[in-house]
């Protein structure tokens, strides 16, 4: 049974950073697209950025966090990470990571193109 977990949300004041990890179980997701969302209240699930590891790796972006947040895989551990910095009160939302069950499938930016996810992790940015 395929699981994601969440794990790194809290508080934190704007400006800061949080670090947020997403440990994948039940399969390995070395040749599959893995991403980061967030929803925040009364608003659609937003894509954050998503990495692919093979044929040389890649790393994609939303352009509302561009430059402030890192997404990073170590696959040994099976395990993603998403770096934010420069928090800002409007980053606050539920964060959610999700992984592509396609092989070497280019990675979506839209929610229904990943068919693994987790339980979600909330982030809030006090001003």
């Known amino acids: 049974q395929v699981q994601l977990v969440e794990s790194g949300g809290g508080l934190v004041q704007a400006g800061g950073s949080l670090r947020l990890s997403c440990a994948a179980s039940g399969r390995t997701f070395s040749r599959h697209a893995m991403g980061w969302f967030r929803q925040a209240p009364g608003k659609e699930r937003e894509f954050l950025a998503a990495?692919?590891?093979?044929?040389?790796?890649?790393?994609y972006y939303a352009d509302s966090v561009k430059g402030r947040f890192t997404i990073s895989r170590d696959n040994t551990k099976n395990t993603m990470y998403l770096q934010m910095n420069s928090l800002k009160p409007e980053d606050t939302a539920v964060y959610y990571c999700?992984?592509?069950?396609?092989?070497?499938?280019?990675?979506?930016?839209?929610?229904?193109?990943?068919?693994?996810w987790g339980q979600g992790t909330q982030v809030t940015v006090s001003s």
């Open positions: 990495i692919i590891t093979w044929s040389g790796g890649g790393t």
């Open positions: 999700a992984a592509d069950s396609r092989t070497y499938h280019s990675p979506g930016k839209v929610a229904d193109e990943y068919n693994y």
